[in-house]
C-alpha cells in the first residue's frame, strides 16, 4: 500500500469518525492529524508512519488503523469486577486499576483506582466513570460504539496521562500494547461485558509523554489475540501461529513481534536488534527452589528458512524447538523452550543455523 493510498483511507475514517462522534470528544482534521502523526513517527524514530495520527483516531471513535510500535513490557493482570445490567439495553463492568507501578510518574492523591465502564445496546454509546484515591468519581464524556464489532474503541481517561480505558471484541482473551517509546511499565485489567458482547479493559502505565511536543503519545495502539490467531485494534489479522504452547504473532505494520503464553504476555520492537542480529524475545520463570530458569525464546528468521538448528549456551540445554512461517512472504517464527542456570545471564541461546529458501546456509545471533 503506497503512502497515499494510506493517507485518503485514514482522512476517509477520520470524516467518518468526526461526522459519528460530534462534540463528545474533540474535533479531527484528517489532514492535521497526519502531519501530527509524520512530525512525532520522526521524533520517537517509529517504524511505521501513522502510529499517532491512528492512536488520535481511536480516541475519536476507537477502531481504525493501528500502525504504532511495540515495546516490552511488565505486565499484571488485575482482577475486575462483574458485569451489571443497567436495564434499557445499559450494562456496565468495574475495572480495577489501583496496581502500583514504579515508573517516572509520581503519584497524586488521586490517582485513578477504578475506571465502569457503561455500554448501552440502544444508544450506541460507551462511557467511562473513573473513580480516584480520594473516592471522587468522574464521568467522562460518552463516545459511539464502533458499528463493526471487530473494531475496538479507547482513549485516554483519568486527570493526566497514563490510563487508557476501552472495549474490544468479545473474542479477545488477552491484549499487548503498542508502546511509542522506550520500554514501559504497564497492568492490565480486562472483563466481560456479557449484555454486550464486548470485553472492557484499562492500561495502566507509567511513562508520560513529552511536554515540549504537542499531541505527544505514549500509547500508539494494541494488538489482541482469541487464543489462535493476532489481530489489530482494527481487527485485521497479523501473521500468527500457534508455537508450542503460545501463540507468536509478527505484525510488520506496527514494528511488533511478540507472543501471548499461558500466563505471559511480551512483545517487542521489530526495530531493536543491534545491525546483524536476529530478533529474539526472551521470557522465563524460576520455579521456587529450583535452580534452572524455564526460558522460551522466539526467534524471527528469513522467510522460508527451513532445518533450524540451535547450539545451546554452557550450561543451558534445549528441549523444545517449533518453526512456523508468518505467511507467504513474512519472517519465519521460531520457538526455542530449554533451561539455564539461574545465575547465568543471557538468552541460553548460542547460535542458530537454518536453511534459506534459495538452499543457501543461514547463521545468526540473537541481538
Not at 84 to 106: C, H, K, W, Y
Not at 142 to 158: D, I, K, Q
Not at 173 to 180: C, E, G, L, R, S
Not at 229 to 234: C, E, G, I, L, M
Request: proline share 8%.
Amino acid at each position: 500500500m503506497t503512502n497515499d493510498t494510506f493517507e485518503d483511507e485514514l482522512r476517509s475514517l477520520l470524516r467518518d469518525t468526526a461526522d459519528a462522534e460530534g462534540p463528545a470528544y474533540v474535533d479531527v482534521d484528517p489532514h492535521a492529524v497526519v502531519t501530527r502523526g509524520r512530525r512525532v513517527v520522526r521524533r520517537r524514530r517509529m517504524a511505521a508512519g501513522a502510529g499517532i495520527a491512528a492512536a488520535v483516531l481511536a480516541i475519536g471513535a476507537g477502531g481504525a488503523l493501528v500502525n504504532g510500535v511495540g515495546q516490552d513490557r511488565t505486565d499484571t493482570t488485575v482482577p475486575a469486577g462483574p458485569t451489571t445490567g443497567l436495564g434499557s439495553g445499559s450494562f456496565s463492568v468495574d475495572l480495577d486499576v489501583s496496581s502500583a507501578l514504579q515508573g517516572t510518574i509520581t503519584p497524586l492523591p488521586n490517582d485513578p483506582t477504578s475506571v465502569r465502564v457503561d455500554v448501552n445496546q440502544q444508544t450506541k454509546k460507551w462511557q467511562v466513570t473513573v473513580t480516584g484515591s480520594d473516592g471522587r468519581p468522574t464521568m467522562r464524556p460518552a463516545a459511539t460504539l464502533p458499528a463493526n464489532p471487530r473494531f475496538s474503541t479507547y482513549a485516554e481517561v483519568g486527570n493526566r496521562p497514563g490510563l487508557i480505558v476501552g472495549l474490544m471484541p468479545l473474542a479477545a482473551k488477552d491484549i499487548v500494547p503498542v508502546w511509542a517509546t522506550d520500554p514501559v511499565e504497564s497492568s492490565v485489567s480486562s472483563a466481560l461485558v456479557m449484555g454486550a458482547d464486548r470485553r472492557a479493559f484499562a492500561i495502566r502505565y507509567s511513562a508520560a509523554p513529552d511536554p515540549n511536543v504537542p499531541g505527544d503519545t505514549i500509547f500508539a495502539g494494541f494488538a489482541w489475540t482469541d487464543g489462535e490467531k493476532v489481530f489489530t485494534s482494527a481487527g485485521t489479522s497479523v501473521p500468527s501461529a500457534r508455537l508450542l504452547d503460545s501463540v507468536a504473532f509478527v505484525d510488520e505494520t506496527q514494528g511488533l513481534f511478540g507472543l501471548f503464553g499461558p500466563k505471559t504476555t511480551a512483545s517487542k520492537r521489530l526495530i531493536d536488534p543491534p545491525e546483524g542480529k536476529l530478533p529474539g524475545l526472551v521470557t522465563g520463570k524460576l520455579p521456587i527452589n529450583s535452580a534452572t530458569m524455564q526460558t522460551s525464546v522466539l526467534v524471527l528468521l528469513p522467510a522460508g528458512a527451513k532445518g533450524v538448528d540451535v547450539s545451546a549456551s554452557s550450561g543451558a540445554t534445549v528441549h523444545n524447538i517449533d518453526t512456523a512461517p508468518a505467511g507467504s512472504v513474512g519472517r519465519t517464527m521460531v520457538m526455542v523452550r530449554l533451561t539455564t542456570p539461574k545465575d547465568t545471564p543471557g538468552s541460553g541461546v548460542e547460535r542458530l543455523r537454518w536453511i534459506n529458501a534459495d538452499g543457501s546456509a543461514g547463521s545468526g545471533t540473537i541481538g
